[in-house]
Each structure stands twice: as C-alpha cells, then as structure tokens.
C-alpha cells in the first residue's frame, strides 16, 4: 500500500469513526427528544384531567360521569383518551373504541388502578395496530382509587420525523465523509508528489546522472530535502570533476618519470654513452624520478588508508625542538640550491611532546615541498613553534606565490590541485589534515595572492591525545 492510500485511508477511519459515534449520539438525542417530550405531554395533561375530576366531580358516580368527563379531557388534546373504571372496563374512548375485554391487560392501566400512582407504557397495540405511547393516571376520590384516565397516542408520525431527522443528519455526514476524503486525497497528492519528485531524481542520481535536479515544491521538510538532495549531487558532481582531473594528473605524473628513467635505461644499454659523468648524471636522473614515483604511491597508499579508516598512528615522546630542526637541516640544501632561505625558530624551552613523529614529519616536508615549489629565488621560509596554553603551534610560512582567496577553502579537498603548473597529485595537503586530526589537533591556511602563504598546525599540549 503506497503513501497516499495510507494517508487517505488513515484520514478516512478518523473521520468515518468520529462521524458514525456523532451521528449515532445526535439521532439518539433526537429520538429521545421527541419521545420524552410526547410523554410529558400526556402526563401533563393525565394530571391535570385527573386534579379537574378530583375537585369538581368527586362523589358521584364515575359511570354516569364519563361521557361529560370524556368531553371535557379530550377538549383540549389531540391524543385519544379513555375512561376506565377501577375494574378495568372501558366506559368511554374518544375514537369511539368499545371492546369487552379488560383494560387492565395494558400494564399502565393495571399498575395505576392497584398503586394508585401514574404509570406510562409504550409498546404495539394490537387494537390500533401500530407503536404507541400511553400515560394512565389514577382518578381519586377520597383518597381512594375509583378509575383512570388514558391518554394514548400513535408514535408513527414521532418515528417518521425522527426518521426524516437521521436521514438527513447522515446525508449530511456521508457528505462531510466525501469532503474529507476529496481533501484528504488533495492534501496526500501534495505530499507523495514531492516524495515521488524526489525518488524520481534520487533514482536518476543513482544511475550516475548527477545533473538531475529535485524540485522544491514547498518551503517545508521536503523541501529542505530537496535541497540537501541537490547539494549533494553538485559536491558529487566537483568531486567527480576533481577526481578526474586527479586520475589525468596522476596518469601524467606517472607517465613522466616512467618515460625518463626508460629513456635512460635504454641508452644506457645501448653502451653508446662512453663518458662517466653522462653515466653518472643518467643514474641520478633514474634515482630522482624513482624517488618521485615512490612517494606518489605513498600518497595513494597513504590516501587509501585513510578513506578506508585503516590509519593508525604510532604514539612516541620526542622533542620538539630537535625534531623540528632536523627538519630544517634536511631540506636546508634544497632550499640553498633554489636560492631561498629557511630559517627554524624553535627554541629548547620548548617541551617534549607525543605524537607519531614519522606522520608528523611527513606533514612537515609536504607543507615546506609546497613552500619550496611556490617561493621564488631570494625569498624566504621561516618555521616557528610556541605554547598557548594547552596547544603547541607550528606555523610554516613563506613569500611565495601566495594562493587565491575563492580557492583556499578548497585546499584541502581531496584530488584539488588548483591551476598552477607545479601542482602535485591534490593529496599532499588532504593527507596533511588527516594526520592532523587523528592527533586530535587542526591545521589551517592563510593566504594572500602574491603575498605568501602561511599554514599553522594547532597539537594537544597534553600527552594524553
């Protein structure tokens, strides 16, 4: 059963359970109504006929009496009324009734003869054939029971008004059922017509059509989902872009140092090369690219480790300042060649820390490889580190190229390379940030086209990480 049966029939079991309890209190209120109404009035006026005799024509004989009685009980009410003696013949009957047969049969008439008190009976007349409702009232005389009075009258024309009355009052709640569901059915459409949207677009996505876009209907959950829906498949979108434009580098990256040390090889095999430094150089050449592809498969290995959560650092205590230092020491000569100056500014006060200090060092020579690629000859890098408080800080900063505003937010995307020439894999820096956040720290960039770049690494002071 799909949604909008569900919903629509939800709404419709509310509605016809509430309508039928309505409508069964209102028709019972009306039939109660109009039947409790009937009985007063004939009670009403069985009282009042039974106190006219009592105070007017009390002491003489009732059978004498009845004919004048008759006329003046049934002058003012519609309702048949009789006059029955304490034995329970009929003397007199407005419709002009006349039967043998004892009244006190009918359980009023014989409840008020012997009690004294009056009594209301409703049931089928076999006489009148038909429902009726009677109200007998005992006629007194000196404290003493001499006859009853009888109003009776047919409860056909009461049933057929209440009749009339249920009918309508259930036309009118299959006529509110009918609205509802028509509304219900309106109100579901708005709702399965932005689910169906969005599993039409979800489907799509699916079959790796990222330019399907959800619509949004309405400003509501749904809504707001189509939303999320359509950001996902832009990020999805960039970073297939981004994954592409990876695999293409890549592809170059490797087919570069791949076509290098082939090319040296064969010619070194050709044995045509006599001199031994064109050999040597040949030999340094082969090392360097081979060193270029082994930490471009690092990168990947490293990278995958990462995506499948693989990643586990090896926690040692070291000091800081040495490590750091060494560090300089290590690509001081690289620097020296390009013609850039690298300064460390890392004291001995500053304090043993623990961490995984080969991560933490791949780190660091990403981040000066990226310095050295993009400073210019004469400029500088400088390496400083300091405590605040709980958090030992590391910045590296140069005056290089510097970096775009609208593209530092998207350096540390995985595959994004920007547009410089001598960009790398676009894993260098997403590597970096991992590292950094497995030791419970944050690393980030602040740079200015043309002015440098500097990146600043924030580590846990406390050796509990």
Known sequence: MGILQRLVGSYLVVIVTTVIILEAFLIAAVNYYYNYNIEQILTSQAELSASFYEQYFAGGNLEQQAEKLLKGFSHHSAAQVQIISSSGQLMQDSTGLQTEN??????????????????????????AEEEVLAVSYPLQDAGHSIGVVRFVTSLAGTKETVRQISVLLISIGLIVIGLVAVVGILLSRTITGSITGLKQTAEKMAEGDFTARAQKRYRDEFGALADTLNTMAVKIQEQDQLKNEFISSV?????????????????????????KATIQDGLEIIESETDRLTRLVDELLDFSKFEDGRMVLNYTAFQSA??????????????????????????????????????????????????????EPGGTIVITARLAGEQFI????DSGAGIAEQDVPKLFQKFYKGNHSMSGSGLGLSISEQIIKLHKGDISIDSRLGKGTKVTIFLPRSEEL
């Open 102 to 127: 004892s009244m006190l049969e009918y359980r009023d008439v014989r409840l008020a003869a012997s009690r004294g008190q009056p009594e209301t009976w409703r049931g089928y007349d076999p006489i």
């Open 251 to 275: 592809s170059h990256e490797l087919r570069s140092p791949l076509t290098s040390i082939k090319g040296w090889v064969i010619t070194l095999k050709s044995g045509l090369l006599t001199g």
């Open 322 to 375: 040495d490590f750091l230092q060494n560090i300089g020491k290590q690509l001081r000569p690289r620097a020296a060649r390009q013609g850039i100056t690298l300064q460390v500014q890392a004291g001995d006060s500053l304090p043993v820390i623990k961490a995984d200090e080969s991560r933490l060092k791949q780190v660091m020579i990403n981040l000066l490889d990226n310095a050295l690629k993009f400073t």
């Open 394 to 397: 590391i910045t590296v900063e």
